[in-house]
């Protein structure tokens, strides 16, 4: 067996010295600098097909090759993890059919539910009001029923509470006055509804908020007899079952929008007023700490049967709606901290 050169030795007994003080983490600059020990800039290495290589071009060559089998036994260990780079891949949105409800209806209310499914209850089918309700669940896109409320009725308030049932809460009947005061709880454990309340006055196409300490606000509305907008107003109590009362409000509305606020108001804007197309420009806002209404705004357009929507830096989008008999592309913006309304951009294109 032919004689290994001197120089071999040296760069194998460097490189096994160094990998038995650090076994498991190789240091590519560390270990350059102990080869260059073993192995001076005066020696060379003569390779078998006769050309010269310089230490420099063979600690470069052993650093590459070193590198590429970590990096290669860094993925066959799972050291590189699949998570630490994502690909997105842009979806086109969509629409999809889902199950039809079990009974028509119009007029009606919607609520979510805290399992994810959605109490759908009351309204109006094209010839008579309706005590019945379904849920919908999501999971099978179906719709299945659920028990009735007490009175059939539309035009009503559904909130969910902090306990997970839901308050309804007035609405119109056949045979009422425009408006009847009953309230009922909605179960989602137990499917059924039970009587609660009633509110101290009848109201329907009225609004409900819930607060942040659980309770829930009711204000304006349609009522009875000759006084049919209201401005009264009244708070709902879980823990009791009872309303009592609060306000009243500065200008009377019917299907004003109610909006929760950061610093825990409600903004009330808008609404129609007496007349049958007339809607109001006028807002206020509603402290629960003192029971009271504060007039704000007002709002740049008169508007009615609008959405009042909860942006992220605290300020309320207004858009669309109605004034007098004319649909709406205007669209404002709320900012309580100065208490005024701006323009924004439209909301839709008009009729």
Do not use: C
């Not at 908020?209 to 304006?220: I, S």
């Amino acid at each position: 067996m032919a004689e290994r050169d001197p120089s071999e030795l040296d760069l194998a007994a460097a490189f096994g010295a160094y990998l038995e003080d650090a076994p498991t983490e190789v240091r590519a600059t560390e270990l350059a600098h102990r080869l260059a020990l073993a192995y001076p800039h005066d020696r060379g290495l003569t390779g078998r097909l006769g050309f010269r290589l310089t230490p420099a071009i063979a600690w470069l060559l052993l650093l590459i090759g070193l590198l590429a089998a970590l990096a290669v036994g860094g993925l066959v260990a799972g050291s590189w993890r699949p998570d630490q780079a994502v690909v997105v891949v842009p979806q086109t949105p969509t629409t999809a059919t889902t199950g039809a409800m079990t009974t028509a209806r119009e007029n009606h209310t919607a609520t979510l539910l805290p399992d994810g499914r959605v109490l759908v209850a009351g309204g109006y089918d094209g010839s008579r009001d309706l005590a019945t309700a379904e849920l919908y669940d999501p999971r099978t896109g179906t719709f299945s029923p659920t028990g009735s409320m007490a009175a059939a009725r539309l035009g009503q308030t559904a909130t969910l509470l902090p306990d997970g049932r839901v308050l309804v809460a007035g609405g119109s009947t056949p045979g009422s006055e425009g408006a009847v005061a009953m309230a009922e709880l909605y179960d989602p454990k137990t499917d059924t509804f039970s009587p609660t309340g009633p509110m101290r006055t009848a109201r329907a196409h009225h609004t409900a908020t819930l607060l942040p300490d659980g309770r829930v606000l009711v204000a304006g509305g349609w009522g009875e007899g000759p006084t049919r907008v209201l401005d009264s107003a009244e708070i709902y109590d879980p823990t009791t079952g009872t309303f009592s009362p609060t306000g009243p409000m500065a200008t009377a509305r019917r299907s004003p929008t109610t909006t929760l606020l950061v610093d825990g108001r409600v903004l009330v804007a808008g609404g129609w007023g007496g007349g049958p197309f007339t809607a109001r420009d006028s807002t206020e806002v509603y402290d629960p700490a003192t029971g009271t209404f504060s007039v704000t705004g007002p709002m740049t357009t008169a508007r009615a049967n609008h959405t009042a929507t909860l942006l992220p830096d605290g300020r309320v989008l207004v858009a669309g709606g109605t004034s007098g008999s004319v649909a709406l592309v205007i669209a404002e913006i709320y900012d309580p901290a100065t208490g005024t309304f701006g323009p924004t951009g439209p909301s839709a294109p008009g009729d």
